[in-house]
């Protein structure tokens, strides 16, 4: 064996040794492809006590990813045909298996308004009881006991909705006699958490949460919202992503959330700028329809009236371009759908009927803007 060969060896085991341990040093320290979790990721499902003008009992759930010093999670519920939803984040602080925590939130509610008309001639009553969604921005207290796999969660918190202008609903002779509409919700939950994860270890850059802003276009007006996906890498050049998104639509004031998935396509692999995706999402919310409604005399009473329903609908998504910019992506997204609304129902003290339009075709089209965590 030459003293050339042997050399040239000597040098291979030496470089290999040294790639072996700075990858060592990196995978322990450093390395953003290979880290730990550091969090706690609890499932809750809560009992719900909501006062917001009346006072009602329901149920939610919510996921909460939990820190050493810093927590963020998302959470709905539902009572007595209202429903919000909402974005939590804000310090943490662990005593062991036990956590508190303060944040602030950012979401959606479905306030109650309350309206009574009375008609001056005929002193005739008609009252209703309507959900309008709004904007929300308040704050919680979180505390909790963790087992090793469930645990207890209680929340405290309020919230106040942003008003907005709107007209009277019946003109003369009837006359607006009252009107409530309280925008301050206070909510008090209580339920079992699930852990789903802790201190894992992940390879971040293909298995990361994507936190995205977007706007747009549909057959509901202009929108704008925000999304958070999961982000898992399944082949060299192929992936899923599943998460929750919130839109709200200017002018009318609908407002959903919704749960979407979608299949990614990475032609270059890890490396790729361009990247494409194909998926679907699944919304509810409250939207502003039309109703028409006629008592058993309709020259005595009749109404047309906007108001605001519970409803869902699907739609098939694609996103045929976007581009993939390091830690950032921007993307164009469009969707085509099927939506169908609770009928609109009302009470008063004259007999009468009310129709209106339950279902109809949803399309939208926009740009996003994502940021990988």
């Given at each position: 064996?030459?003293?050339?060969?042997?050399?040239?060896?000597?040098?291979?085991?030496?470089?290999?040794?040294?790639?072996?341990?700075?990858r060592?040093?990196q995978?322990?320290n450093?390395n953003?492809?290979?880290?730990?979790?550091?969090?706690?990721?609890l499932?809750?499902?809560?009992?719900?006590y909501?006062?917001?003008?009346?006072?009602?009992?329901?149920?939610?759930?919510?996921?909460?990813?939990?820190?050493?010093?810093?927590?963020f999670?998302?959470?709905?519920?539902?009572?007595?045909?209202?429903?919000?939803?909402?974005?939590?984040?804000?310090?943490?602080?662990?005593?062991?298996?036990?956590?508190g925590?303060?944040?602030?939130?950012?979401?959606?509610?479905?306030?109650?308004r309350?309206?009574?008309?009375?008609n001056?001639?005929?002193l005739?009553?008609?009252?209703?009881r309507?959900?309008?969604?709004?904007?929300?921005l308040g704050?919680?207290?979180?505390?909790?006991?963790?087992f090793?796999?469930v645990?207890?969660?209680?929340?405290v918190?309020?919230d106040?909705?942003?008003?907005?202008?709107?007209g009277?609903?019946?003109g003369?002779?009837w006359?607006?006699?009252?009107?409530i509409?309280?925008?301050?919700?206070?909510?008090?939950?209580l339920?079992?958490?699930?852990v789903?994860?802790?201190?894992?270890?992940?390879?971040?850059?293909?298995?990361?949460y994507?936190?995205?802003?977007?706007?747009?276009?549909?057959?509901?007006?202009?929108?704008f919202?925000?999304?958070?996906?999961?982000?898992?890498?399944t082949?060299?050049?192929?992936?899923?992503?599943?998460?929750?998104?919130?839109?709200?639509?200017?002018?009318?004031g609908n407002?959903?959330?919704?749960?979407?998935?979608?299949?990614?396509?990475?032609?270059?692999?890890?490396?790729?700028?361009?990247t494409?995706?194909?998926?679907?999402?699944?919304?509810?919310g409250?939207?502003?329809?039309?109703w028409n409604?006629a008592?058993d005399?309709?020259?005595?009473?009749?109404?047309?009236?906007?108001n605001?329903?519970?409803?869902?609908?699907?739609a098939?998504?694609?996103e045929?371009?976007?581009?993939?910019?390091?830690?950032?992506k921007?993307?164009?997204?469009?969707s085509?759908?099927y939506?169908?609304?609770?009928?609109v129902?009302?009470?008063?003290?004259?007999?009468?009927?009310t129709?209106?339009?339950?279902?109809?075709?949803?399309?939208?089209m926009?740009?996003?803007?994502?940021?990988?965590?």
């Amino acid at each position: 064996m030459s003293k050339k060969f042997i050399i040239a060896l000597i040098i291979i085991i030496g470089a290999t040794n040294n790639l072996f341990a700075q990858r060592g040093r990196q995978a322990g320290n450093g390395n953003r492809n290979l880290r730990e979790n550091n969090a706690t990721t609890l499932l809750g499902v809560n009992g719900v006590y909501k006062q917001n003008g009346d006072s009602a009992f329901g149920a939610g759930l919510s996921v909460t990813n939990l820190y050493d010093w810093f927590h963020f999670g998302t959470s709905v519920d539902y009572s007595k045909g209202c429903f919000a939803g909402k974005f939590q984040i804000g310090p943490a602080i662990w005593f062991g298996n036990f956590y508190g925590a303060l944040s602030l939130d950012m979401g959606l509610a479905q306030c109650l308004r309350i309206e009574e008309y009375v008609n001056e001639n005929t002193l005739d009553v008609f009252k209703t009881r309507t959900p309008a969604p709004k904007m929300t921005l308040g704050g919680s207290v979180r505390m909790g006991f963790v087992f090793e796999r469930v645990g207890i969660q209680a929340r405290v918190s309020y919230d106040n909705a942003n008003g907005y202008k709107r007209g009277t609903m019946l003109g003369e002779p009837w006359v607006l006699r009252s009107s409530i509409e309280n925008e301050n919700i206070i909510t008090a939950e209580l339920g079992i958490s699930l852990v789903l994860g802790s201190n894992e270890i992940r390879y971040s850059g293909d298995n990361c949460y994507e936190f995205s802003g977007f706007g747009g276009i549909s057959s509901y007006g202009v929108f704008f919202g925000s999304e958070l996906l999961k982000f898992e890498r399944t082949g060299y050049s192929v992936g899923q992503s599943y998460g929750g998104f919130a839109s709200f639509y200017l002018g009318n004031g609908n407002a959903e959330l919704g749960g979407k998935y979608m299949f990614n396509w990475y032609p270059g692999g890890s490396n790729s700028i361009y990247t494409g995706s194909i998926g679907a999402e699944l919304a509810m919310g409250q939207y502003k329809r039309q109703w028409n409604g006629a008592a058993d005399d309709p020259e005595r009473f009749s109404v047309k009236a906007r108001n605001y329903a519970f409803g869902g609908r699907f739609a098939g998504v694609v996103e045929p371009v976007a581009l993939q910019l390091g830690q950032f992506k921007v993307s164009a997204f469009g969707s085509i759908g099927y939506a169908v609304w609770i009928p609109v129902k009302a009470t008063g003290n004259l007999g009468y009927e009310t129709s209106s339009e339950n279902s109809g075709l949803y399309w939208n089209m926009g740009a996003k803007l994502s940021i990988a965590l």
